[in-house]
């Protein structure tokens, strides 16, 4: 940081070192995983299958092969004024929504160069209103309703939007830090971790904690709280319906094993958008500022990624049958179980301590005064949330079976339990049409569908020792003494 920057911000604490490998490892986030997003939108496709033939035979594999199997459109065509115009307009109904619909007020903790922030918190009663909408037009129009199909016909070029999005957002942000004044009287200041003074990290990591910005007629937004859970969460869920109207359009029906996942993953966005208020307490609020890596996780990782295993049933329905629903629900609820009781428990000790809930807990009080639970959930492990997640991630995935599809085009008439495109089932199959089989793509869809499961066991792993390090510098010996009585990190017994 040089001498001039020093004069003219006050940074909220030392910086504290690089996380995610510095710049170098900024930089490889910031375009590798955009690129997974479009990977697993062309290698797993409803032109030729999930993955595609090419993938199956590395040897023979040529780009000429490969563009046509992807159905390659070209870099001009992976972005589309129109398609970005909607979206923008799907982003300032979110805005317009936290502004007209009723919601709580709330203020954030205290920060660290003094006072709280306020917060209106609607996110709920606004996907209520947004989804409402869909459902009415659902209603009316079936699986044609236009919102759907625009979904569908234009993936690649929403990715191509809020990817632009969240890099116009990590840029403004990023130079809008610059104007933060000591002793501000709106309370902005920079994230500990955030003003390295290295362009790139910074950029990517998030120099200010809160940045806001006031727009005519709307008011003053909060710019990390607005995209932490309104756009990408809620996005997942209409990606979902899409999805669910595509595979009902074409194949005639709507599988038990979308259903699963759909009203899985639409009770955890609904959860936490009913929990709103609790992301006031959570690491991405208090502790990183907003770069890329929060705009880029928010809107375009979150709503893309964790959708994979509803696009690929759209494409290839799988059915479960009695005992598989029964085994995937017993994975959903036990994970909820974990995930949503630990969290109510440490919310409620938070907000008040003598709740006859938790009034019983045992806790070690720190030199700050924070209080951090020996017993109750939070006895068992110092993440024991974390644990309920990723149980729940794999109620996500285990719906698609052993997957993997190819689609056979101008085939002769299916076997039995193969699908055709336009939904007839193998024996009643028009011949010569489109045909989705697994063949020899049987299992290495899972690479895919299962990605989920796997990358999220990475990101709470890391969280976890992010949060580690944090607290270690926030408490110093009462963390040490805490982790004597807590010893287990998430998995109680094993980590």
């Known amino acids: 940081m040089s001498k001039r920057e020093q004069k003219s911000v006050l940074p909220a604490a030392p910086f504290h070192g690089y996380e995610f490998g510095g710049p170098f490892g900024a930089f490889a986030t910031s375009f590798g995983l955009p690129l997974v997003c479009y990977l697993a939108s062309f290698l797993c496709n409803d032109l030729t299958g999930c993955p595609v033939p090419s993938v199956l035979h590395p040897y023979s594999l040529t780009v000429e092969k490969l563009k046509q199997e992807t159905g390659w459109p070209g870099i001009a065509a992976l972005g589309s004024f129109r398609v970005t115009g909607y979206v923008l307009a799907y982003y300032f109904l979110s805005l317009v929504l936290q502004t007209v619909l009723p919601g709580v007020k709330r203020e954030g903790l205290k920060l660290a160069s003094g006072g709280r922030l306020k917060y209106k918190f ?23 309703f236009p919102l759907w199909t625009f979904i569908w016909d234009n993936y690649t070029q929403l990715i191509t939007a809020n990817l632009g999005i969240a890099f116009v957002l990590a840029t403004y942000v990023y130079l809008k830090s610059f104007s ?53 969460m809620l996005g997942w869920v209409l990606l979902d319906l899409a999805f669910m109207a595509h595979q009902y359009k074409v194949h005639g029906f709507v599988s038990d094993s979308m ?36 705009a880029f996780g928010d809107l375009a990782w979150l709503p893309f990624i964790y959708s994979l295993q509803a696009r690929y049933l759209a494409v290839y329905p799988v059915h479960l049958g009695f005992y598989g629903i029964q085994a995937i629900l017993a994975v959903q609820g036990f994970g909820y179980y974990i995930f949503r009781s630990s969290n109510n428990e440490k919310n409620r000790f938070r907000t008040n301590p003598n709740d006859p809930k ?62 055709t495109l336009d939904g007839s089932s193998a024996d ?33 792993v890391h969280r976890e020792m992010r949060d580690e390090e944090k607290c270690m510098r926030k408490y110093g010996r009462d963390w040490e003494a805490y982790r004597k009585r807590v010893p287990w990190r998430i998995l109680p017994g094993v980590y």
């Open 122 to 144: 609607n996110a709920f009663n606004s996907a209520i209103f947004t989804v409402a909408v869909a459902l009415a037009g659902t209603v009316m129009q079936g699986a044609d």
């Open 180 to 232: 933060v004044k000591p002793g501000n009287a709106d309370h902005r200041e920079l994230a500990a971790g955030g003003h390295s003074g290295n362009l790139i990290y910074d950029w990517f990591i998030g120099r200010e904690l809160n940045p806001r910005v006031t727009l005519p007629l709307l008011g003053e937004i909060d710019i990390k709280v607005f995209c932490e859970l309104r756009p990408g």
């Open 259 to 294: 259903i699963l996942i759909t009203v899985f993953q639409s009770l955890y966005v609904f959860d936490a958008l009913w929990m709103e208020p609790a992301m006031l307490t959570t690491m991405d609020i208090t502790t990183d500022g907003f770069g890329f890596m929060l």
């Open 358 to 419: 938790v009034a019983h807990l045992k806790y070690i009080e720190t030199a700050s005064g924070s209080k951090l639970l020996v017993s109750g959930w939070w006895g068992t492990a110092r993440h024991i949330n974390y644990l309920g997640d990723w149980i729940m991630a794999w109620s996500y995935c285990l719906p698609t079976g052993i997957a993997g599809y190819l689609i056979q085009h101008s085939a002769p008439a299916p076997v039995d339990g193969h699908l």
């Open 428 to 460: 009643g199959a028009r011949v010569g049409g489109p045909t989705v089989v697994q063949g020899e793509a049987r299992g290495w869809g899972m690479a895919v569908t299962y990605f989920y499961v796997l990358y999220f066991a990475v990101l709470l």
